[in-house]
């Protein structure tokens, strides 16, 4: 519309920026040839058709009452948060202590658990400690909020450098800004963007380095790729179960709809502390005052049956031979030949390259446009770090596209890798 | 659990404080007699199972892909968008103009438009004008986000008084706090609480008055209940479609599910100024990068099939006939001879009423106490006014409880009202 006067906005309002991901999605829109390993879509030949619709008619049919099409409470169903707590203290060293329904919230996807709980600690100008590299949406939504991502100082393998990390928390002591320092969020499973997991040895390096500090660091540990492993669940348990974090604040989010039908978005938290849990509550309230209740109802129904984790296996399966094709596609071409380097994950839905150092595969870089130009597009690895930004990273995502596509565009990225080495 | 340290919250996370809501809520669940006047629920019996299940149905058998169960796009299927507009442009004396796809967002019900409504515009302290009596759960989510609500004013019957309307802004003026004042909420049809629609004439009236101010005024029209008229849509169009409106930003917000099955909750803003859309879409995408998509695949299903209509035709007659009972047992217990006034509505789910003068209705009342003792439980209409408050209004809603419960409740209530006259 032709405005007469301009709205005003809130700080946020104004601080809110053109989302890198959004413009890449418009661009990639435009070009109808244009193949994608950016995306970090699930394989649409996979989703529960048949099973979701089998669980619609069987809610409809068994039911007594329509309640799961009615509002539901705010923190959500209760039989369903007593199922999620179920779900995961059967994970391998995993304790019942704080897995309660009590302690669970039901969110929109575990994205919203995360916006929550920064939402709910921290003030513009605050800060949040991240791993490097880490997920750049939470990156993104910690921008919207005005809070400062400032990551974790580590070693070259992706372990953490206590020693730096100790003088990095002397540093703000020093001029009096500890008091900024909210909270520490880590992705623990097969991490976006790295594929890697924390181990437990650095688990509980890390919980006795946050116990020995003299403020209190809430721990955020983001899991929503912890059901992806390909032959078996990655053995260190979360932060919820382990001694070393049991007087810390700590909120575990995860998802059942990322691996099961993305388009449900449900996820959860369980937060250990209670005025923290009440907080995003309140909170929650105010957003859409709880997620959607049959949505709810049908991965209630769905862990009643107990055949989710016949679909988790018949997931991992399939991501496990993406994976592996994409892996080899990018070797069989001659990738790892020309200094470029990667592991191969043992989980997730994502490949993380190491491009030559002098490479710069920034969203604008001469080696994006080439990309674009060729039909293949990623994620530059730049947008998943805070700062001290490494230019020569990839995101290749193997989830969406068909086993032709992903060899097709693993074809055209090493390609275009080939004319820049 | 034992907190060792305390955790530091955000100037949000201190100043949230127990939702009223949700306390009353507790209050009524540890009482299983309790008969409740209160929830702002819709009737079970009509939730349409069996429509659902069909459509849920027909997508797994006609749909050539499974991309209603993946993630979908920040703003909302393009489809459902374009029918949320042509369902709309076509009430009465609705105008196509700003009805469009492009300037809709779909939400986790509207609770979650007007919640980011809000957010974009205001920092702690700002003032959103509203109605008084005002949407509650409004006026809580504006307190969480430190917004101040001032109440617009008005005389008795409801009109808006626009020689102190004008007083008022003249005086935000003078101490220059004009800055502060970043848009003005109303429910338009069947307005909870009061189930008033704003007249053709008032809404005209209160766009030339916001013209004429020097600094630009965004409105936010929240139409959740306009669907729920008894005999046919009230006559005047929304802001959207008012010359007089045509040059101020408007966000207008309705829901498909509070109608059909709040379980889903599925709503939508249609913002007509392109700049509070767009960072409205990228907080949104921060919050949940999207309303879940396959809730939206359903509506947009129910849409295409016709049957909305349908549906809405057997809901009215059916809230109708629940008002009518409400009221007329209301009546035949005696309430309107011992100083209760309420004015019949024309729609909506919900019987504003006035209570005697000296009467004090709020939670804690001797009055309110005497009926949580005799199981009936209402939301007390001081909860509703921004400030000002006067303490004997009541709200009572006729959508949750079956025939038989509802005359129940209302002769409980009437019985206590009784020992107070």
Redesign the interface.
Known sequence: ?????????????NR????T??SM?SEALTKPDLLSLAA???D??I????K??SI??K??LE?T??????????QGRSKFRKLIADFFSNYPNESAD?WSAENIIVT??S??AL?LAA?????PG?IILVQQPSYF?ML??LK??GVQAVSIPTFENGNINFDEFSKLITGYQLVNKI?RI?ALYMVTYYANPTSQCLSLDEKKKLGNFINSLN??L?VIEDAAYREFYFSEPYSAPSTLSLAEF????VLYTGTFTKPF?????VGFACV?????R??I???K???????????Q?IIEQLLLENTYSDHLHSIQIHYFKKMRLLDETLRSEGLNEINWNWEIPTGGLLIWLKGPDALDTSIGSEFYKSCIENNVIYVPGNLCFAHGTPLNYVRLSYGAPNNDNLVEAAKRFVSVAKTFS
């Not at 519309?1 to 309002?13: D, L, P």
Request: net charge negative; charged share 20%; hydrophobic share 35%.
């Open positions: 519309m032709n405005k007469i006067k301009q709205v005003r906005f809130s700080t946020m309002g809110a920026e053109d989302s991901i959004v999605m970090g879509f699930t649409n030949e989703l529960p058709k048949e979701i619709t619609v008619d809610l409809f039911s009452s329509s309640e799961y099409l009615q509002y539901g409470i705010n704080y929109n996807g994205q919203q916006y939402q709910i600690l921290c003030d605050d949406v993104e939504a919207g909020l008091g909210k403020f209190s809430p049991k007087d810390l604040p039908a993305t388009g449900l978005k250990t502390d209670n005025e923290w009440n907080n509550l309140r909170v309230a105010h957003h859409d005052f709880g997620t959607a209740n049959f949505n109802a």
